[in-house]
């Protein structure tokens, strides 16, 4: 069905391209039309034009609204929106589905306990958490792991991968272990990638003990989800960066900005300082306790190395 404007336009511009030299009137009267006709100039593409910018403007402010809440914002119809919305190819954006994990449907409970609920998270290098999440990228998607020390909030390995498997998880292990001191123990949650024997394996040789959130309790592994939270909102979308290649920096980036210039709110200062902070403060201890076995006298506490390790924790936190 042709609109009364739409046929109207295809005339005027049909008589613009072929510029006949006759007058107006004699071409109205051959073509069976008004000669007012000839001189239409259609309005609609106009408005349409300039209802895409306010639409445009919209959703830059409020990514996630649709047709019926930006109708409401303009004050508008909704059905003109949404007409305007598919001419311009114009769409919020939509949380992307996350990637099926078959392996883990139907799988039964581990029965490696939680040691982090009975565990004093005291210092750095004790309790590690780890964790990976999936990032939307043209049609497909990249996946991120990551190993956090809980205690500083510091993210000390990280690997990148297109594929959800042991060696992801097991490469952000490894580079973990490169820089710094086994732990005590690995947290995480009971995914099929690091219930693997090869997993299990790896922490084993390293004289780690596995710890595992129960099934779908994902408060249980809070520090990763946390952190995951932010790092999607602070990165962006992933298809920003055209290549893989520089979307992998932009991670590097971001975790590195993370570590060293984001304040942590927990720690009230990037996790990086958070932890050099502790380790001049645990030196600063550390002599402390030497001047005190030198120097002990009556009136001195039966524990000071206790008491002085307290309080450096404390200042640490508290500076």
Not at 243 to 259: C, V
Request: proline share 6%; glycine share 4%.
């Amino acid at each position: 069905m042709i609109r009364n404007w739409e046929k109207k336009s295809s005339i005027a511009m049909a008589v613009n391209s072929l510029s006949p030299a006759k007058s107006k009137k004699e071409l109205a009267r051959q073509l069976g039309i008004s000669r007012q006709s000839l001189y239409y100039q259609p309005k609609l593409p106009e408005k349409d034009l300039r209802l895409k910018y306010e639409i445009e403007r919209v959703i830059e402010k409020h990514k996630r609204y649709g047709h019926k809440r930006i109708a409401w914002e303009l004050k508008i119809n909704k059905k003109r929106v949404l007409r305007v919305m598919r001419l311009f190819k114009l769409k919020p954006l939509r949380r992307r589905r996350a990637p099926g994990k078959p392996k883990d449907l139907g799988q039964a409970p581990m029965t490696i306990p939680n040691l982090l609920a009975e565990t004093i998270i005291d210092a750095p290098n004790k309790d590690w958490a780890s964790d990976f999440t999936f990032l939307p990228y043209f049609n497909k998607f990249v996946y991120l792991a990551t190993i956090e020390d809980i205690f500083t909030r510091e993210i000390i390995g990280w690997e990148v991968s297109v594929k959800h498997n042991t060696d992801l998880v097991a490469q952000a292990l490894i580079k973990a272990l490169t820089n710094h001191p086994a732990p005590l123990i690995a947290h995480s949650d009971q995914g099929s990638e690091y219930c693997s024997q090869i997993y299990l394996n790896l922490l084993e040789s390293s004289a780690i003990k596995p710890s595992m959130s129960q099934k779908a309790s994902p408060w249980q592994n809070g520090y990763q989800e946390s952190f995951y939270s932010e790092f999607k909102l602070e990165l962006g979308h992933p298809e920003c960066y055209p290549t893989i290649g520089e979307l992998i920096e932009a991670i590097a980036r971001q975790i590195h900005y993370y570590n060293n210039e984001r304040i942590h709110t927990a720690l009230k200062c990037p996790p990086a300082i958070f932890a050099e902070r502790y380790r001049m403060t645990l030196t600063s201890a550390y002599r402390k306790i030497e001047a005190v076995k030198q120097f002990k006298c009556v009136g001195f506490p039966k524990n000071p190395e206790k008491l002085i390790f307290q309080d450096t924790i404390a200042n640490t936190r508290s500076v």
